[in-house]
């Protein structure tokens, strides 16, 4: 079966380097490293362990960025790895792939970041204003957080040029602020280097240490956002794999850079019997430590305008997949329209918007104010982990099709991906033992593509539309 490819004159290709490398960057650099080293601080208490962890995702995550630079110059049309899964393992498995991407690895985690967004923003406002609970202090942050999306795809809806725009300023934001929160930290902040060599050893970390790895695989989720813009980046072949390999790198040394801002700042078992808030804004409560409520509570409001960042990107480069699959008919096909004075998807940029808005309420709903976040962010971490493998090993079979290089090709293959696949396996194990309810809830979500596409493909065939059969 041969894929149709998503027409390259619907979407132009303006993006160039700095705009795929910093969508790259803002994807990556977000909720993870500003709320999970908080949780796993919580569950080792030991400073190295975290260290290596960060570094085992750095490498992790490099291996996968290598794999998708192949896989994005093999195939550089607008969906990522919905059109490399697609195009390996076919058109139910893709669909299957591409509706629990879109659940999953986008409107999932928009909806946690920008849950985390208000959390830093109002936590200096709760003190002074809002309170810390009832009924205004609850719903005030899903509210919040409700705004920043709506916002933020409304942005992304009025062209091409105002969507790089946006991305390129709140991304530069994001890295001046979080680069000088790490050298203001270490430098003049009132920290005890005595953190970096207290704590329990790795030895008696467990499986707990393994278990914490999948906060991490999340925290280094969005190495391959820019494959998503593949359809829209100029000179692609040489573009992507720079945007992508570069972007990797920079966040991985930002994050070792931050975590010991975090180690300095904290003693290891600080957050033991922490208030969750105080968990999941673990920047802040760092801050609190380094300098004083004077100084912690507006760099809390600054650390969660940093995350403008990645709402933005995860907008941005997830409904490239609602408007592929809608190109490929497999989704309905009002997503494929392109604003023809604005080239954007701005049909395919509401649909994620308005699902990642349903996800964060329903979450608010069932688990309530104080659980909201850590049932979100452990709903998408499962499912994300098997989504990536899957995309991975996507290159296996496309090489075999086509052994030829395709501008970029992965450096020592097949270690990379096999090497990522590995660790990826056993992250899946450890977690399905450690908690099987969230991860039967993420694998459900994963097939949960299946029955719909089987629904949709009879009703092409009832309808006589056998064009993409």
Same mark, same amino acid.
């Given at each position: 079966?041969?894929?149709?490819?998503?027409?390259?004159?619907?979407?132009?290709?303006? +993006?160039?380097?700095?705009?795929?490398?910093?969508?790259?960057?803002?994807?990556?650099? =977000?909720?993870? %490293?500003?709320?999970?080293?908080?949780?796993?601080?919580?569950?080792?208490?030991? &400073? !190295?362990?975290?260290?290596?962890? @960060?570094?085992?995702?750095?490498?992790?995550?490099?291996?996968?960025?290598?794999?998708?630079? $192949?896989?994005?110059?093999?195939?550089? *049309?607008?969906?990522?790895?919905?059109?490399?899964?697609?195009?390996?393992?076919?058109?139910?498995?893709?669909?299957?792939?591409?509706?629990?991407?879109?659940?999953?690895?986008?409107?999932?985690?928009?909806?946690?970041?920008? *849950?985390?967004? #208000?959390?830093?923003?109002?936590?200096?406002?709760?003190? *002074? @204003? %809002?309170?810390?609970?009832?009924?205004?202090?609850?719903?005030?942050?899903?509210?919040?957080?409700?705004?920043?999306?709506?916002?933020?795809?409304?942005?992304?809806?009025?062209?091409?040029?105002?969507?790089?725009?946006?991305?390129?300023?709140?991304?530069?934001?994001?890295?001046?602020?979080?680069?000088?929160?790490?050298?203001?930290?270490?430098? @003049?902040?009132?920290?005890? #280097?005595?953190?970096?060599?207290?704590?329990?050893?790795?030895?008696?970390?467990?499986?707990?240490?393994?278990?914490?790895?999948?906060?991490?695989?999340?925290?280094?989720?969005?190495?391959?956002?820019?494959?998503?813009?593949?359809?829209?980046?100029?000179?692609?072949?040489?573009?992507?794999?720079?945007?992508?390999?570069?972007?990797?790198?920079?966040?991985?040394?930002?994050?070792?850079? %931050?975590?010991?801002?975090?180690? +300095?700042?904290? &003693?290891?078992?600080?957050?033991?019997?922490?208030?969750?808030?105080?968990?999941?804004?673990?920047? $802040?409560?760092?801050?609190?430590?380094?300098?004083?409520?004077? %100084?912690?509570? &507006?760099?809390?409001?600054?650390?969660?305008?940093?995350?403008?960042?990645?709402? !933005?990107?995860?907008?941005?480069?997830?409904?490239?997949?609602?408007?592929?699959?809608?190109?490929? =008919?497999?989704?309905?096909?009002? #997503?494929?329209?392109v604003r023809a004075n604005r080239g954007t998807p701005a049909a395919a940029t509401l649909t994620l918007g308005i699902a990642s808005i349903l996800l964060l309420w329903g979450?608010?709903?069932?688990?309530?104010?104080?659980?909201?976040?850590?049932?979100? /962010?452990?709903?998408?971490?499962?499912?994300?982990?098997? /989504?990536?493998?899957?995309?991975?090993?996507? /290159?296996?079979?496309?090489?075999?099709?086509?052994? /030829?290089?395709?501008?970029?090709?992965?450096?020592?293959?097949?270690?990379?991906?096999?090497? +990522?696949?590995?660790?990826?396996?056993?992250?899946?194990?450890?977690?399905?033992?450690?908690?099987?309810?969230?991860?039967?809830?993420?694998?459900?979500?994963?097939?949960?593509?299946?029955?719909?596409?089987?629904?949709?493909?009879?009703?092409?065939?009832?309808?006589?539309?056998?064009?993409?059969?």
């Amino acid at each position: 079966m041969v894929m149709p490819s998503v027409p390259e004159t619907s979407l132009p290709r303006q +993006f160039g380097y700095w705009t795929a490398t910093l969508v790259t960057v803002a994807s990556m650099v =977000g909720v993870g %490293i500003l709320t999970t080293s908080g949780y796993i601080l919580r569950d080792t208490e030991s &400073p !190295s362990t975290l260290f290596l962890l @960060w570094t085992v995702g750095g490498v992790l995550s490099l291996m996968g960025a290598l794999t998708f630079a $192949e896989l994005a110059t093999r195939l550089p *049309h607008a969906g990522g790895d919905y059109v490399f899964v697609r195009a390996a393992y076919g058109e139910g498995i893709g669909f299957t792939y591409g509706w629990a991407t879109l659940l999953l690895g986008f409107a999932g985690p928009t909806a946690v970041i920008s *849950h985390a967004l #208000a959390v830093y923003f109002l936590l200096p406002l709760r003190v *002074h @204003w %809002i309170g810390s609970g009832g009924a205004w202090g609850d719903w005030v942050t899903p509210a919040t957080a409700t705004f920043v999306i709506a916002m933020l795809t409304i942005g992304h809806c009025r062209g091409q040029q105002a969507s790089a725009w946006m991305q390129n300023a709140t991304t530069t934001l994001k890295l001046v602020l979080l680069v000088a929160f790490a050298v203001a930290g270490l430098a @003049w902040g009132s920290g005890d #280097a005595t953190h970096f060599t207290t704590g329990r050893p790795l030895s008696d970390q467990g499986l707990v240490a393994i278990g914490a790895l999948v906060y991490v695989f999340y925290g280094y989720s969005g190495w391959n956002a820019s494959a998503y813009l593949a359809g829209e980046v100029a000179k692609p072949t040489t573009t992507l794999p720079r945007a992508i390999l570069s972007g990797c790198l920079m966040v991985t040394l930002l994050y070792l850079a %931050i975590n010991a801002t975090y180690v +300095f700042a904290l &003693p290891p078992d600080a957050l033991r019997q922490a208030d969750p808030r105080e968990i999941e804004a673990i920047a $802040e409560t760092a801050a609190r430590r380094l300098f004083g409520p004077a %100084i912690s509570e &507006p760099l809390s409001i600054l650390i969660g305008l940093t995350i403008l960042a990645s709402v !933005s990107s995860y907008l941005l480069t997830g409904s490239r997949i609602c408007y592929a699959m809608a190109v490929d =008919g497999v989704f309905p096909r009002y #997503a494929a329209r392109v604003r023809a004075n604005r080239g954007t998807p701005a049909a395919a940029t509401l649909t994620l918007g308005i699902a990642s808005i349903l996800l964060l309420w329903g979450s608010f709903v069932i688990s309530g104010a104080a659980d909201a976040f850590a049932s979100l /962010l452990n709903f998408t971490s499962v499912g994300l982990v098997l /989504l990536t493998s899957l995309a991975v090993s996507s /290159l296996f079979i496309l090489r075999r099709r086509d052994p /030829l290089p395709a501008g970029f090709s992965t450096p020592l293959y097949p270690l990379p991906p096999l090497l +990522f696949l590995l660790v990826t396996g056993g992250l899946m194990l450890v977690a399905i033992r450690q908690s099987p309810a969230t991860s039967l809830w993420g694998a459900a979500a994963v097939v949960s593509g299946a029955p719909l596409y089987w629904i949709a493909k009879n009703w092409r065939l009832r309808s006589g539309d056998r064009s993409t059969l």
